[in-house]
């Protein structure tokens, strides 16, 4: 069920430059289910900023009431994210949306995560929940430069982890596409999550095989109420029909959306 | 103490959702009981469905939002057949919010969906901002603007609000024909038009460029108008725009609004009409009255208080 | 990289105060030399001195401010003889403000006013909402609008700017209406109207009981009728309306204004108009481009880039 | 001269029913004259409340650089104020306007400092600057009810203070304006500051000795240049005429400025 509550900062950091980590405690942790859900935040009391701000569940450990994400601290409602401290409260809605189906892959396939920039953090909690259920999990995550990389440890005690970076500071130099080509990575199920554009080459590429894709859009309620956040289906592009990132998505079976 | 009656419409309480702010109730049902809800503006219906304009649709401004969704609804026959269906099980009376391109769109959707049981009264939207064909004529030239209500009128199995776009120079005389036209009541404002621009790419942040802003923003817009078109008129106002919480309310109240609609503030707190509903008690002891219609046009009115309105 | 040529006005810089909001530079003096100042839009000046409206005028709103000062100021010849004279010391061009309820009183005003020595151009205000005799007409019909452009622009020793009122259906309509009559330039916008209501006296906060909106809240409607108007029409834009920072007044360039007045801002840090000029070059350094003219009006120009303006 | 500081929060604390007393530390204190002047406070970084709030100086420390001011926490602004805890920085402008004339009153003379609510604390600081001086001094203060009393022991060790409350539940029960006709009270010059009927009794009853006055009114600028805060003047009380509140005041002789 969907709730809102005033849930405590319990550890806050910067992990990468503009990058932080935000653990917060609260019931609404026993709510959440698949990974790929994401959450709305208040960042102030006030109206200015005036809307909710989502940012996609990064981990879940539901004994201690906590969860964690991680986001790009950029404009104003993330910057001012970014200066509470712990034991201040955050307004939070969710969780909000359906998450990355589990089930669509079985104990010892592989399934490929393919993450870009600030999508990579709703894979983790993905990962986890895919070993633990004893699928084979590899990782390619991409990142414009050195100093923007987060996660590659936590990523790697899970599985293969291939980190690339636009500009070759860091890794393999490229986009994750050619990262998968180059290596011959070989999955039963692709996850993935990040930039538009990134998501369009891999449904391009790999949509024949199941692939799931986790989608942003600017967002008013967050709940299904505004139709800000509509796509059209892949069976009518151009038509009325439509879903909903928010309350349908964020994650889309390739093909079920146009990006 | 908050009843209100006003044409069509026999209110639990003054507090509504706006129009295209609550969708058809599905997703608030979730959240509380939507029988607690005075009533609902339900999201435009059109006569055949509409997708709407491109993404991105909102853009965030300060203390403001600007949209530009364009409309999108299943069209008025899928709106009566599952939407107000749905809705039927909760004990609200329904406004329907009747958009269209040419009169004729709008005397179609209004004779179908006025026939719903669960609708009450219509608001004609003759003044969203987003949608290219025609729409925002009808909101800036009062004699369009009263034609197109006298054909409602004449279709309409309810009573009809007209909505009003603050985008004119004189809301007065824009109202005024509206009320001669044969309305049974106003519904104020809609957005105002805006636009933002992003940094980096230095091009509008939504698709559709332009988008309505709504929000605290225009608040002082809104209660401007309705102070100045509820002297002018007889007939009752619902009045919106920028509230948030039970002092606005009781603002739009003193403006001369005898009910008033949240909209963007859903997408902020969820619970904001039923918060309100309950508090709203309390806050009208708190200053001295024993009835919401009390509040009603006190801005303007002599210190005699008003009579219990009914229509 | 940030002079900028505009019809009697060779600028260091495209940003200054805007009308009303800066009185006679007389107390910001106080805080930074004026000198760097692009050009000051002094407070407005009608023929005889005025008071303006009883207190309160000022309000305060969700990202807003309401006042209704009523164009109070000492007259035109003190307006010169003190003011102006005073403003001699400094090294920048005025760019005068003048108010009237009537044609003549313009007519009186722009002769006199435009020929004082640092007078560079002249700021027709048809559009103050604070005013009850006539003022506003003149902002909301095109021909009037018009008919006091003509009439000005015939006894102007200066360029003749006219701001425009953001109070109107068709913001376009009246741009034209303006250049036709031979204006050299706009400046928009101007407050829209707005109201607020104390909770516990339920009457208007503002004695003038409405006021001019300014401040952050109106910045999308500024940016929305720039951008119309600056398509539709060949004279340059001088920008305004809830301009903060540096950030605000790259996205007025970007509307298609080719200067940008602050208002509001001053009020609540009177270091803002040296502080945008000091941060803008490294600011548009950072977005790629070699001059502030490139920005001019990019939101809606194909991406070449724009030419150096020089009138 | 004015200077925009952002100053450090040294102490803030509850001192009466919505009444808080609050010390900033900053260069500007330096710059501080006549009590009766003011400050003008940013409370948010953004633009929700967007305007300044002015706030009259209680006390001046010029040792420490530390200045203190007593508010009434009501509207969104001072409520936020009211969050600051120690360390943390509030934008202050300021000092502005003109305090009351320290030089109108000799040692050895009689001075009467009239406070209504809110007006009290810039009374304060008058106090102890006149008794520095040599000059004697009683004090009358009003407040609505018992527990929106404040000042009363600070105020006491300076001079003979009278408390009236209007509801009678603390101390003289009554307008201040009875408590002096009652004591009897006799001086040479009133200094006064509180809501302007309070202002214009004290005006029509007293005017005719040396009277001086702090006015309050709705202020943008708070330096002069918006024209929000103007009154009319004695000599002229319907022309052109005028006086600004922020910078001419907020402290004028009785018959000065219209009331
Ligand atoms: C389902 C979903 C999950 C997300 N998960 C994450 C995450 O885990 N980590 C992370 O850093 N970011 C995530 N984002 C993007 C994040 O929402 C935006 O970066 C953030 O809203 C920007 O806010 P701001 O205050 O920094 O920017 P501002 O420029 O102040 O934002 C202005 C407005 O635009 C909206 N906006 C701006 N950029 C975006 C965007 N990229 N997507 C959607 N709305 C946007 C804001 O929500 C706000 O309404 C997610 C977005 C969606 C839709
Ligand atoms: C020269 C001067 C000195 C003052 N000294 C003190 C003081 O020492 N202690 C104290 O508690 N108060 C003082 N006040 C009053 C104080 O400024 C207001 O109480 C305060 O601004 C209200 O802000 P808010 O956020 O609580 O109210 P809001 O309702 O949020 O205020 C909205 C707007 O109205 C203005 N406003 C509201 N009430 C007043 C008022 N009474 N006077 C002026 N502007 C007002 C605010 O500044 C703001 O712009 C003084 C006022 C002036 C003019
Ligand atoms: C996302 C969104 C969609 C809207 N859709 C409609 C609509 O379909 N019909 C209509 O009459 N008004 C529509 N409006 C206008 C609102 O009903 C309301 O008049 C306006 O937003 C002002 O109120 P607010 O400030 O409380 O949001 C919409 C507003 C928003 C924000
Ligand atoms: C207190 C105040 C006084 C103003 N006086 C004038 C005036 O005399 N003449 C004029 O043309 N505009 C006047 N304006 C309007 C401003 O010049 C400007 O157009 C408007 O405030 C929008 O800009 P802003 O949001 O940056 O304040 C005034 C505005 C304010 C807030
Ligand atoms: S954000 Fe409102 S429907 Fe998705
Ligand atoms: S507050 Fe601006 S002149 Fe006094």
Chains 1, 4 share one sequence.
Not at chain 1, 80 to 94: C, F, H, I, T
Not at chain 2, 33 to 48: C, F, N, P, R, V
Not at chain 2, 93 to 104: D, K, L
Not at chain 2, 249 to 264: H, N, P, Q, R
Request: glycine share 10%.
């Amino acid at each position: 069920m969907i709730k809102k509550e005033l849930m405590v900062v319990t550890k806050h950091e910067k992990i990468a430059e503009h990058i932080f980590q935000l653990t917060l405690q609260g019931e609404l942790v026993l709510e959440m289910g698949n990974p790929g859900q994401f959450v709305h935040l208040k960042v102030s009391e006030g109206s200015t900023p005036l809307l909710r701000r989502p940012i996609s569940i990064s981990e879940i450990n539901k004994d201690k009431k906590q969860f964690t994400m991680i986001y790009r601290a950029e404009g104003a409602g993330t910057q001012l994210l970014s200066k509470k401290v712990v034991e201040n409260v955050v307004d939070v809605l969710g969780p909000l949306g359906n998450g990355f189906p589990i089930d669509s892959v079985e104990s010892g396939q592989i399934a490929l995560l393919v993450g870009g920039g600030i999508g990579v953090p709703p894979l983790l909690e993905l990962s986890r929940q895919l070993v633990a259920k004893g699928v084979k999990v590899q990782h390619v995550l991409g990142f414009q430069t050195n100093n923007a990389v987060f996660l590659e440890e936590e990523f790697a005690k899970l599985g293969t982890t291939i980190i690339t970076t636009d500009d070759g500071s860091y890794g393999y130099k490229g986009f994750v596409t050619d990262a998968i080509k180059d290596h011959n990575l070989q999955f039963d199920t692709m996850f993935t999550c990040g930039p538009t554009p990134m998501l369009r080459a891999l449904e391009k590429l790999h949509g024949q095989k199941p692939l799931f894709l986790s989608l942003e859009e600017r967002m008013g309620c967050g709940v299904g109420a505004c139709f800000a956040c509509v796509c059209h289906t892949g069976d009518d592009p151009t038509g009325t029909s439509y879903k909903k990132v928010c309350s349908d998505g964020p994650v889309f079976k390739a093909g079920e959306v146009v990006l | 103490m908050l009843d209100i009656n006003l044409p069509g419409l026999s209110l639990k309480n003054p507090i509504m959702p706006a129009s295209g702010c609550f969708g058809f109730g599905r997703e608030y049902s979730k959240f509380y009981d939507l029988s607690q809800l005075g009533s609902i503006m339900i999201k435009a219906s059109t006569q055949e469905p509409r997708f709407g304009n491109p993404t991105p649709r909102v853009a965030e401004t300060e203390a403001g939002m600007l949209n530009a969704i364009g409309l999108q609804n299943p069209g008025v026959h899928k709106v009566i057949s599952e939407e107000l269906a749905w809705l039927e099980q909760y004990d609200v009376p329904i406004i329907a919010n009747v958009a269209g391109s040419q009169i004729e769109d709008y005397v179609y959707v209004a004779e179908k969906i006025s026939q719903a049981n669960n609708v009450h009264a219509l608001e004609l939207n003759i003044s969203c901002p987003n949608v290219k064909t025609g729409g925002i004529a009808f909101g800036t030239i009062p004699e369009v603007a009263a034609q197109l209500t006298k054909a409602v009128k004449e279709v309409s199995a309810v009573p009809v609000y007209v909505k009003l776009s603050p985008n004119v120079a004189n809301i007065v005389e824009m109202a005024k024909a509206i009320e001669d036209a044969g309305a049974d009541g106003l519904t104020m404002i809609n957005t105002l038009i805006g636009m933002r621009l992003g940094l980096k790419t230095g091009k509008p942040v939504i698709a559709n460029k332009t988008g309505g802003l709504s929000g605290p923003a225009i608040k002082p817009v809104a209660i401007r108008m309705i102070y100045e078109v509820s002297q002018a008129v007889s007939i009752p106002i619902i009045g919106m725009g920028g509230v948030q919480n039970v002092d606005d309310v009781i603002e739009f109240l003193y403006a001369g609004a005898s009910a008033v609609a949240v909209g963007t503030a859903n997408f902020v707190n969820p619970f904001v009409c039923p918060e309100i509903i309950e508090q709203l008690p309390a806050r009208l002891n708190e200053l001295g009255f024993e009835h919401v219609t009390e509040c009603i046009g006190r801005s303007w009115k002599a210190d005699a208080k008003t009579a219990h309105y009914s229509s």
